[in-house]
């Protein structure tokens, strides 16, 4: 008797169970049916899967060509580069234009960006460290080891690039450069922690180090240096340490806190619509916040007379100069150290735990607005986007020549030429390399020599792959075809 389950080499094996001791000929089967479910589940899986393939209808638009047709680096999140070259704009714009009218009132450009720009800046910074150190995805071990080499010798250049800045060309306005290295510096030993960490330690930086640094102010003997240089570092290396740290005009220990939330930041997956509406409305809740507290403690509650016994002279004269700070800052150190009540104010570029956090509240303002702002307008920001992703070079150009531009004759229209030709010529070139090149010239530079020099350190190129990423957000990124992002 044959066996049913066995056949010739001529006809196909039917699926199932073989008797023992029976093996299959050789020969072609029938394809293998497979259970995928039930007939709606598998249109289902159909649907999600095409939905997935395509673009999310609500994400943030992240460029896809490294160069050519106007189109921005490979990867980049065009709400950060927009929110840089929103930043640089302002610290062009302030830096050309004076600080008050001819009638002491504060200018346009004074009140929309001094105080502000630099801050975000800051903020931004923070966000590019977590880039450089996987975004949402951070590296871990020997991946994270390389970044962290790369980041050092970044920082060295651009400290070596500002101080020469300093020495050589004397800029006509406060160098951001080497507080800028040296944020860098002061933040990698926090690459590693979480969002939650970094939040939180960021407050903390944000209350407690502009106590110490008014500390340092008062007791220390330590006044301000303008644009401090090898030649300050080379004859008072202390004070131009402590310049830089908690006197100067962006006093790292003090800005770290900005640093901090923008690496904090930088883990959050930055093209989603709701951390975009959670950075723009926590930024509200900052800024709100700190200028109540500012205005209640500096002109409403007993501690508004006590400011005023401080500062001495007649009572009009107490109120116009705590006005006068509230508007333009601080602009002599005895008076700001006169009391402990100026730690709340929040004037420009006081450095307080009030303007701190008020100045941190504004730029996660910008930034949620302008990355929300790109899914209806990308084509009009995307001029801003392409300065912004050169910010260095044109920094160091707007530095170096607005010394060239300072006229004596100090008009409204001479400002406005001032500042025309500044932006035309940022805007013109940022417009013209981007037609060839993914990245600024001195932003390619830094790169490979950074890249070069922690690829010499290490012995070796990074290693690829998720195995050496911490992954934060693999359940955010679940789509819904019939939801949207979820």
């Excluded at 004859?235 to 908690?246: A, E, M, Q, R, S």
Aim: contains cysteine; hydrophobic residues 45%.
């Amino acid at each position: 008797m044959s066996n049913p389950h066995v056949t010739d080499s001529t006809s196909n094996l039917t699926e199932g169970y073989l008797p023992h001791g029976t093996h299959p000929l050789p020969g072609p089967r029938r394809a293998r049916q497979v259970w995928r479910g039930h007939p709606s589940e598998q249109e289902a899986s159909v649907v999600g899967r095409a939905a997935r393939s395509r673009v999310r209808p609500h994400a943030t638009p992240v460029a896809s060509h490294l160069a050519g047709a106007n189109k921005l680096g490979r990867n980049r999140v065009e709400g950060i580069d927009i929110a840089r070259g929103f930043a640089l704009i302002g610290m062009i714009l302030v830096h050309t234009f004076p600080m008050d009218n001819e009638d002491g009132s504060q200018t346009w450009s004074w009140l929309l960006f001094s105080g502000k720009s630099a801050p975000l800046f800051a903020v931004l910074a923070g966000v590019s460290l977590a880039f450089m150190t996987g975004g949402s995805k951070p590296f871990i071990r020997s991946r994270l080891s390389w970044s962290k080499k790369s980041i050092v010798v970044r920082s060295l250049l651009l400290l070596v690039i500002g101080l020469a800045v300093n020495t050589l060309l004397a800029p006509a306005a406060e160098n951001i450069l080497p507080y800028y290295a040296l944020m860098f510096l002061m933040t990698l030993p926090f690459i590693g922690m979480r969002i939650r960490s970094l939040l939180f330690l960021s407050l903390g930086v944000a209350v407690f180090a502009p106590m110490l640094s008014f500390v340092v102010q008062k007791f220390g003997g330590f006044t301000a240096m303008e644009n401090a240089g090898f030649v300050e570092l080379a004859h008072d290396p202390v004070g131009t340490l402590v310049n830089y740290l908690f006197v100067g005009t962006y006093p790292m220990a003090v800005w770290l806190a900005f640093t901090l939330l923008g690496m904090a930041l930088g883990r959050m997956a930055l093209h989603t619509s709701r951390v975009q509406w959670g950075i723009l409305l926590s930024g509200v809740v900052a800024t709100v916040s700190s200028y109540v507290v500012a205005q209640l403690f500096m002109r409403w509650l007993p501690t508004h007379k006590l400011l005023l016994d401080a500062v001495g002279g007649a009572p009009e004269n107490g109120r116009e100069t705590i006005n006068e700070y509230l508007v333009f800052g601080a602009s002599e150190q005895e008076v700001y150290t006169s009391s402990p009540i100026w730690l709340f104010s929040n004037g420009p570029h006081m450095n307080t735990p009030v303007s701190t956090i008020q100045a941190a509240g504004l730029a996660c303002i910008a930034i949620g607005a302008l990355s929300l702002a790109t899914r209806f307008l990308l084509p009009v920001l995307r001029p801003l986007a392409m300065v912004g992703s050169m910010t260095l070079t044109l920094y160091l150009a707007h530095i170096i020549g607005l010394g060239f531009l300072e006229d004596a004759e100090s008009t409204s229209e001479r400002y406005w030429l001032q500042a025309a030709i500044q932006l035309g010529i940022a805007f013109g070139f940022a417009y013209l390399w981007r037609v060839w090149f993914a990245s600024g010239p001195l932003e390619k530079v830094v790169t490979v020599a950074s890249k070069g020099g922690a690829t010499a350190l290490s012995d070796g190129a990074p290693p690829k792959g998720n195995a050496q990423r911490r992954i934060y957000f693999s359940h955010s990124y679940r789509f819904d075809p019939t939801k949207g992002e979820v």
